[in-house]
């Protein structure tokens, strides 16, 4: 997984309560079990006509907001399904940090195992984030200092240490239990004497 240090560049602004996961990666796209070419279609019914053509005024199909890794959202993002083909999709795209008053909490936690940071502020931070974000203002994020940076902005977020450190050295749950191989060998020998009948068959 990608590390997550920090984070420069134009927000996409998208003010908008309650999208779900299905907004985020409608269900026909959920067949694959890969983790790329979601991006095209993140965001599908928004972003394309009834004939599969872009709509020109969706916030990420126009410049400079098309190569946007940071998303600032309504209240309740991710809500729905807990499909992580949404993350995936998002991820794919280019985005790398979502901001939003609040998340469902699985689609919060897929975003951690996937290398993308939510950002929860207040409903005031938004409104300033948002505008800051719609007069194409550069966003700094810098997750070792926990800080938001934008103009004369700057916010101080909260994260769970253990979450902080995942993303900071690109470790999902494999990554993480492979960190302890050691251990798992020692341990394994450890059982081959206590209980050598578990591996008559290894």
Request: charged share 25%; hydrophobic share 40%; proline share 4%.
């Amino acid at each position: 997984m990608d590390k997550f240090i920090s984070l420069q560049g134009i927000a996409a602004p998208l003010p908008i309560v309650n999208i779900d996961t299905d907004m985020i990666i409608p269900k026909q796209f959920l067949k694959t079990i890969k983790r790329t070419g979601l991006g095209v279609s993140l965001f599908y019914e928004m972003r394309y006509d009834n004939d599969g053509k872009l709509i020109n005024d969706f916030v990420l199909n126009t410049s400079p907001y098309d190569q946007s890794k940071i998303l600032i959202a309504g209240d309740n993002f991710g809500c729905g399904s807990s499909r992580e083909h949404a993350p995936w999709s998002l991820k794919d795209f280019g985005i790398r940090c979502i901001i939003s008053t609040s998340f469902a909490d699985i689609f919060y936690n897929n975003c951690f195992q996937n290398g993308i940071l939510p950002i929860v502020v207040s409903a005031k931070q938004l409104d300033e984030l948002m505008a800051a974000a719609s007069n194409q203002q550069e966003f700094q994020i810098d997750l070792p200092d926990q800080k938001i940076t934008v103009g004369d902005i700057s916010i101080n977020f909260d994260i769970e240490e253990h979450r902080k450190d995942r993303l900071l050295q690109g470790l999902d749950d494999i990554g993480i239990t492979l960190g302890y191989q050691e251990d798992i060998a020692v341990y394994e020998e450890e059982q081959k004497i206590k209980k050598p009948w578990l591996f008559q068959n290894k």
